[in-house]
């Protein structure tokens, strides 16, 4: 019996049907690199005309002078030699002065002096009367910051001044005149609460009556100008030691009082 004629399907060649496409991917890839690396190896190659041209040109900078170890002018000595050989031709103009200073840095450069004069005297004024336990004095980046304890200025509880204050703010009141700066009040105390039968509400009330009175005094005793003072009362809120001991809460009731580094206007 004759078997039916099957028609053979031709071969397929090889690569066709996508199996081989990568190759065109990798064989681009490869190109990009080889382009990248050239352009890499070009730019890293110096110029060496312009490199000979520079190099030439320090040499011919540097030999122009005789020598600086042999105390010569070095670099300047052919500017000097021309000089000295022509002195009448025109010579180059000298650089311009720096700047002035301004009216108000040449205020400011005053007040720094008045505020290190006053630093002083103060602190001669407590060395010599024994208050280095109840005043202390500090040169702070926001001026000269004088530190009164409460227990020459103020009874327990109370914002009226003792007497024995006076001659410690008449003395601070006569320095006061001769400066041109803003001066800073503020009171502070410690954390334990005012006392039921206190006249005032809280500590609050309390810091803000005692730099109230060191300015009273200031203003209506010693006569100073109220336009150079601020006062503030802070409480407990700024304490300048621990409030868990007696000595950390002697020295947190204080009254501040600074001489800001800041010109009236």
Known sequence: MRQPNRRRRPLRKEGEGGRDRWLITYADLITLLLIFFVVMYAMSQLDSDKYQLVTQSLQATFQSGDSILEMGSGITGKADTEKHKNPDAPQAEPEAPAEAMTERELAFRDQEKALSDFMAVI??????????????????????????????????????????????????????????????????????????????????????????????????????????FQYAGYADTRPAADNATDEGRRKNRRVEITVLRQLQQ
């Not at 005149?177 to 803003?182: R, V």
């Not at 500590?203 to 109230?212: F, Y």
């Open 123 to 228: 602190e001669q004024y407590v060395k010599e009367h024994q208050l280095e336990e109840d005043i202390f004095i500090a040169d702070e980046p926001r001026g000269i910051a004088i530190t009164l304890s409460d227990r020459f200025l103020f009874d327990t509880g109370h914002a009226e001044l003792k007497p024995g204050a006076a001659p410690v703010l008449t003395k601070l009141a006569s320095l006061f005149e001769g400066l041109d700066a803003a001066i800073s009040i503020e009171g502070h105390t410690d954390n334990v609460p005012v006392s039921r039968w206190s006249s005032y509400k809280d500590n609050w009330e309390l810091s803000g009556a005692r730099a109230m009175s060191v300015l009273r005094y200031f203003i209506d005793e010693s006569g100073l100008d109220p336009a150079g």
